[in-house]
């Protein structure tokens, strides 16, 4: 079974500045995608950003990338320009390339925004 | 396109009665996956559906069942509820493993 996991469950940033959430992943599969939702308190969860495994390039979406490292089964977050919305819990999630559409989420990190 | 729907948003009952909660997915969509979110468990994948047919199951008890309609639609059904099922359940839709889930606000159960 895959497993995900986030080993900080809080973190804050200042308004402007970068901060990274950590996530690291254990699967024997090769195919897969991974993701990163933003639960913003109170409000739907968005889907942020997505990597698929067969691809050494990392994403990218405005002021958000990931450093994804496939060998290391690591999967990181980069938020840059940080700005007050983006104050929320953050989920990385799996998803298998075969079969069910399930995703495995880690426990979220929550992230707070000083300005 | 219109996103994923979820009715009621919120929902009180007492232990015991039975629950049933609604999701329309994103027009298109086949998949519908069903998620519980806790403060203590975090998100729990209940099952999900694909074209009225479920096609995985979490490890949560029978008391919670699912299905789908020939239009994607989809509910889901707690019977016998218990203090713990308070949660807020989410519904996503997918059009495919690579680009995601979607998922709708929730519907918040508490159960007294």
């Known amino acids: 079974a895959q497993t995900v996991t986030q080993s900080q469950p809080e973190m804050s940033v200042q308004e402007a500045e970068t901060v990274t959430l950590s996530c690291t992943y254990d699967?024997?599969?090769?195919?897969?995608?991974l993701f990163w939702y933003k639960q913003p308190p109170s409000r739907q969860m968005i889907l942020v950003i997505r990597?698929?495994?067969?691809?050494?390039q990392n994403a990218t979406e405005n002021r958000f990338s990931v450093n994804f490292q496939k060998a290391a089964k690591s999967f990181s977050l980069k938020i840059s320009d940080s700005q007050l919305g983006d104050a929320a819990m953050y989920f990385c999630?799996?998803?298998?390339?075969?079969?069910?559409?399930?995703?495995?989420f880690g426990k979220g990190t929550k992230l707070s925004v000083i300005p | 396109k219109a996103g994923v729907t979820q009715t009621p948003r919120y929902l009180i009952k007492t232990r015991g009665q039975q629950v049933t909660l609604s999701c329309s997915p994103i027009?298109?969509?086949?998949?519908v996956s069903w998620y519980q979110q806790t403060p203590g468990q975090g998100l729990q994948f209940l099952f999900e559906?694909?074209?009225?047919?479920?096609?995985n199951k979490g490890n949560f008890p029978g008391r919670f069942s699912g299905r789908q309609f020939s239009n994607s639609r989809s509910e889901m059904n707690v019977s016998t509820l218990e203090l713990g099922d308070s949660a807020l359940y989410l519904c996503?839709?997918?059009?495919?493993?690579?680009?995601?889930?979607?998922f709708g606000p929730g519907t918040r159960l508490l159960v007294l």
């Open positions: 027009s298109g969509h086949r998949s």
């Open positions: 999630a799996y998803v298998s390339g075969a079969g069910s559409y399930q995703l495995t």
């Open positions: 990597q698929e495994a067969y691809k050494q």
């Open positions: 996503a839709s997918s059009p495919g493993a690579p680009l995601g889930q979607y």
């Open positions: 699967t024997s599969e090769s195919d897969y995608y």
């Open positions: 559906y694909f074209s009225e047919t479920q096609r």
